[in-house]
């Protein structure tokens, strides 16, 4: 049996049921909250100030693995913020550790992707720092667009449609993949029909949490959520040997 350690914002009501729901048997999900209900630079900032401490109680667990399973809070200070966030993850838990950001940025380079479209749920300020993260990774952003919600248990509220019809929408000819950011708007269950519609991968920040997760402990591939879960195994291996 594996364990994945999980943090996620206090309002988020998606990510952990949508997390859940894609493990393969075997792995099971322990969650710990920070405190976070607007999502702007300021409120993003506050949210990892308890990060230490809900990472040692994670730990108490017996964890295999913690994610930070919040995209913006690992971006927020650009490039190589993730990393430190890491850090400090790690040295709080004594557990592996990584962001859904780190995540994000592997998986678009696991596919080799060198030009996306960018689709979020969040403002137009929030949406500028995500465009700048993955450009500052050495990734052209063709096109971000977001949905200009601020208030996180209204992103919650979401249906999945609206994942798929910014996706659409965003989508460029010379695009490689389509990027979906943010983990509390449902991307999951339209994973699958964007790719077949678009006949481009698809990399969604809830999904690539799963697969950074997974694949540091050497899990199965999974299906039904898009081609990166299908794809876990391969990229376990690669983790393993590097």
């Known amino acids: 049996m594996s364990r994945i350690g999980l943090l996620v914002p206090s309002s988020n009501t998606t990510v952990e049921v949508e997390f859940y729901r894609a493990l393969p048997p075997g792995v099971t999900l322990h969650t710990a909250r920070l405190y976070l209900t607007q999502i702007t630079p300021e409120a993003i900032l506050g949210m990892v100030r308890d990060m230490e401490a809900q ?33 400090r993850l790690e040295a709080a838990s004594g557990k592996r550790a990584t ?49 200009g919600y601020v208030d996180n248990l209204k992103v919650g509220r979401l249906a999945a449609d609206t994942a798929y019809e910014l996706a659409r929408k965003v989508d460029r000819p010379d695009a490689d993949a389509i990027v979906l950011a943010c983990t509390n708007w449902r991307t999951m269950d339209v994973l699958d029909r964007i790719e077949r519609d678009t006949g481009k991968p698809v990399v969604s920040t809830t ?20 081609r990166l879960l299908r794809e876990v195994a391969a990229a376990g291996r690669q983790v393993q040997t590097a």
Do not use: C
């Open 55 to 87: 990472a040692r109680l994670l730990a108490s667990a017996d964890v295999d693995v913690i994610v930070l399973g919040a995209t913006a809070p690992s971006f927020l200070k650009g490039l190589g913020y993730d990393r430190e966030l890491i850090g």
């Open 99 to 147: 962001t859904t950001s780190t995540a994000l940025i592997e998986a678009i380079r696991h596919f080799g992707a060198r030009r996306v479209a960018l689709g979020s749920a969040y403002d137009e300020k929030v949406n500028a720092i995500a465009r700048s993260f993955i450009e500052a990774s050495g990734v052209t952003v063709l096109d971000a667009q977001g949905l």
């Open 207 to 226: 999904q690539a949490s799963v697969w950074a997760a997974l694949r540091m402990i050497g899990a199965p591939d999974v299906t039904g959520y898009g």
